[in-house]
Structures are given as structure tokens and as C-alpha cells.
């Protein structure tokens, strides 16, 4: 019994310091403060308004057809070799390769409230639409019918936080920070991206798994703020 | 055969050959010009630029006509759906004085849009309606410049980057001495500015 106590006591002061330190750790933020970990899951919403600095403004109306369910990637945009798409955060640019062949080339608008994380990911999930939801006081957004969604992550940036490479038709500012950390494109570019990214899509959301990786994007540079 | 006899086939064979080349080839004279003939100039007149707004709905062609001593710069807006184009602005610059549209151009919901011109060291913006819609005081188009010089003395407006929202344009400043300052909105329907607590760069 006399052994038993400090062993048992000491147990306990293990299991203590393993449930305490890891909430000691800075929790990673949400691209989307309200909406990252709620929903990741497509949504369509015509008839809601969309919340942008204080002003209401309408969403694109978004019609899902077949063309939704397994677009065709354009004959000219075809390449050899494995897909990689770049954002320079210091020039605010999205170039998108397959091999060495040039895809798409544009100007996006990258973190400006939220820095956008540097390093290589891969798209584990693509949303033909969603809303998104975050900010608070004079920043607070409420966006439905965010288009051509692709969420990505790696072991260091949770794929939860909800950062991706999506459409935005709230501004066009594009070449300047602008966001909350995601990468925002002009809805054009958001949707050729998103027809010719893995996972290959198959219906309104599309899983990445081991036989359809999702493609490679490395961020990197310093934004200009 | 004798060597002249050799010569003199092959000087016919030339001149037959030469023959054909005035008569059944005309155009290529001037090839065998011993000096080149001057032509009209290849380059054309017109030239074109065009951009989509940012969800491909509509887009704007800049058709640059070259006069003697003018240059005419005609925006059209082009309604893709409907396949309707309208001639919006129009404007005639002596060269190397220009005008250019700028990536973010279309505001997010195609209502408007603006373009920069360069007149000599100044730099002016004008915003328009896509649909000719005139502004509250009639007017077909917005001097931004204008506005903004009355308003900021000691200022510059350095660029007009985009839109933050559907009717917020972007405007970045420096000061006199050139030193970055702050970015403003301008608000399209009351032409007022609001100032920024960061920059956008």
C-alpha cells in the first residue's frame, strides 16, 4: 500500500500534465473564424444576402446541371506530368502547371486580417459552392455562395481551419491581400482551377483519396502589408 | 554534248524560268526588285485589347484607332449572354498620352467600371456606368482624379487598384514627397472618400 500511493499519485500527475499542455499550445486559426469548423460542406443558397463591410450584397445565383457533376477540362489546357499549382504571396499570383506546361497565370487576392500559410499542401476536398462565414464588429462577412471551393491542408495546417483556393465575387482587387488567409480568385479563374485540379470531380463535393490525390500547392513569399 | 551547246541550255532554261515568274507569279516581283518596294504599312490601324469582367458575364474591348496625327480610344462593353455590345467611351488623346484598362476594371457586380489614363506626368481615373447609366448630376462618366484633388492638397493619388466592394473604389496616396500614406475608399453614389486605417497594398 505504501508503494501503491506514490506510483498512483504520480500517475495521476502524468495524466494532469498530458491533458494541460496541449491546451497550452496556441490554437491554429480558422481561415473563416465562424464558419471553418461548423461547415465544410457544399451549399447552395439563392436566396440569402450576402454581408460584405457593412453593405448587404446579392450572390451570384448558382444553377447546379450536369456540367457541375464531371466538367470537361478544355483539350488545350492538357499537359504531361503532375500537376503543382504556385501562389507568390509577394506578387499576389496564382501560376498553375502540368509538368512544365503553363495552365493559368493570374492575379488573387491572398491574406490581409490573416496571414495565408507558406509551405506545400495538398487539395483534400472541393466544394462547388459554400458559405462562409467570419470576422466580427466592422469586419464581420457572411458570404453564401462562395464558388469553386478547394480546401487545402498539410500535418502543419489542419485541413479543418478551412483554408482554400475559391472564387470571390465580393471584390475585385485581385493582385493585393485582401482576405482572411484563403486565396481568392476571380470567379473565372476559381472555376478553370477547380475543373482541372485533383481529386478529379464527381458530383458537387469531391474527396481527394489514395487513387485521385488532391493536386500540390506550394505558397510561399511575404505579403505586402 | 559541246560545252556551248550546255551553256545555252541552261540560259534558256533561266529565262524560261524567269518567264514564269513575272507571268504566273506577279506578286512576287518584287523579289527580284534590285531595290524593295515600298508598301502600305502592315501594321493596322486598329488595334484591340479586351477583358472579361471576374465572372466572365461581360467584357470590355479598348479599339485604338490610329489617325494621322491623333490616336481614338473607344471602349465597347459586351454583354456575352445577350451577344450586345455598347460603345460606353470614346475619347481622342494626342500620343504618348493613353488610356488603359486595368486588370479590376469591372466592379464585382458589372455596374461599373473605371480606366486610367496618362496625360503627360498626370494620371486620371474615370468611372462609368457598363449600361450608360448617367450619375446623379447627369453626368456620363466620373473624374475620381478630380474629385480627389480638390479634396487632398497635400497629397498624390499614386493608384486606383480595384474595388473592395460592388461600390468602394481603392486609392492608394503618398505624400508630396513622394513617401506611401494612406489608402481611402471612394464611395461611387455620394462621390465622397473614407479613409483608411491600413494600406492596401
Known amino acids: ?26 490554437q491554429q486559426a480558422c481561415a473563416n473564424s465562424v464558419s471553418c469548423a461548423k461547415n465544410l460542406n457544399v451549399q447552395i443558397e439563392n436566396d440569402a444576402t450576402a454581408i460584405y463591410n457593412n453593405q448587404n450584397i446579392a450572390p451570384p445565383k448558382i444553377y447546379l446541371s450536369d456540367k457541375d457533376l464531371k466538367p470537361t477540362v478544355l483539350a488545350d489546357s492538357v499537359g504531361v506530368g503532375e500537376k503543382h499549382i504556385y501562389v507568390d504571396l509577394t506578387t ?55 464558388p469553386y471551393v478547394m480546401f487545402f491542408g498539410n500535418s502543419q495546417v489542419s485541413p479543418g ?19 482572411h488567409g484563403c486565396v481568392n480568385m476571380r470567379p473565372i479563374d476559381a472555376e478553370k482551377l477547380y475543373n482541372w485540379v485533383n481529386p478529379t470531380t464527381e458530383g458537387y463535393t469531391t474527396y481527394a483519396n489514395q487513387q485521385d490525390q488532391g493536386t500540390l500547392i506550394t505558397i510561399y513569399g511575404k505579403t505586402q502589408i | 554534248m559541246s560545252k556551248p551547246i550546255k551553256i545555252l541550255i541552261f540560259f534558256i532554261i533561266f529565262a524560261l524560268l524567269l518567264l514564269f515568274l ?4 506577279p506578286h512576287q516581283s518584287s523579289l527580284l526588285a534590285p531595290t524593295p518596294t515600298p508598301s502600305a504599312s502592315t501594321k493596322p490601324n486598329t488595334e484591340l485589347m479586351s477583358i472579361d469582367s471576374p465572372d466572365g458575364k461581360f467584357s470590355l474591348t479598348l479599339k485604338k484607332h490610329k489617325n494621322q496625327n491623333t490616336i481614338t480610344y473607344s471602349f465597347f462593353v ?22 488603359s484598362i486595368p486588370f ?12 486610367k489614363e496618362q496625360a503627360n506626368t498626370q494620371t486620371n481615373y474615370y468611372v462609368m456606368s457598363t449600361n450608360l447609366t448617367p450619375f446623379k448630376n ?64
Do not use: C
Not at chain 2, 78 to 99: M, R
Open chain 1, 1 to 26: 500500500m505504501r508503494k501503491l500511493v506514490p506510483i498512483l499519485s504520480l500517475t495521476l500527475v502524468i495524466f494532469a500534465i498530458a491533458k494541460i499542455v496541449p491546451s497550452l499550445k496556441p
Open chain 1, 92 to 146: 499576389q499570383t496564382l501560376s498553375a502547371y502540368q509538368g512544365d506546361t503553363l495552365y493559368l497565370k493570374t492575379l488573387v487576392s491572398t491574406g490581409k486580417w490573416r496571414e495565408t500559410p507558406t509551405g506545400d499542401f495538398r487539395i483534400w476536398v472541393k466544394l462547388r459552392a459554400t458559405r462562409m462565414t467570419g470576422g466580427e464588429g466592422a469586419d464581420f462577412y457572411d458570404l453564401p455562395n462562395v
Open chain 1, 161 to 179: 481551419l478551412g483554408f482554400s483556393l475559391h472564387g470571390a465575387y465580393w471584390h475585385n482587387n485581385f493582385g493585393h491581400p485582401m482576405s
Open chain 2, 22 to 25: 513575272f507571268a504566273v507569279l
Open chain 2, 78 to 99: 459586351k454583354d456575352v449572354e445577350k451577344n450586345e455590345e455598347i460603345l460606353i467611351f470614346t475619347k481622342e488623346l494626342v500620343s504618348p498620352d493613353s488610356i
Open chain 2, 104 to 115: 479590376n476594371s469591372f466592379s464585382p457586380n458589372n455596374k461599373y467600371l473605371f480606366l
Open chain 2, 138 to 201: 447627369g453626368e456620363k462618366y466620373l473624374s475620381v482624379s478630380d474629385f480627389f484633388t480638390k479634396k487632398y492638397d497635400k497629397l498624390t493619388l499614386e493608384d486606383i487598384t480595384g474595388w473592395a466592394d460592388p461600390n468602394l473604389l481603392v486609392l492608394n496616396t503618398n505624400t508630396l514627397e513622394g513617401k506611401p500614406s494612406y489608402s481611402l475608399w471612394f464611395e461611387i453614389s455620394s462621390n465622397s472618400f473614407i479613409q483608411l486605417a491600413t494600406r492596401f497594398n
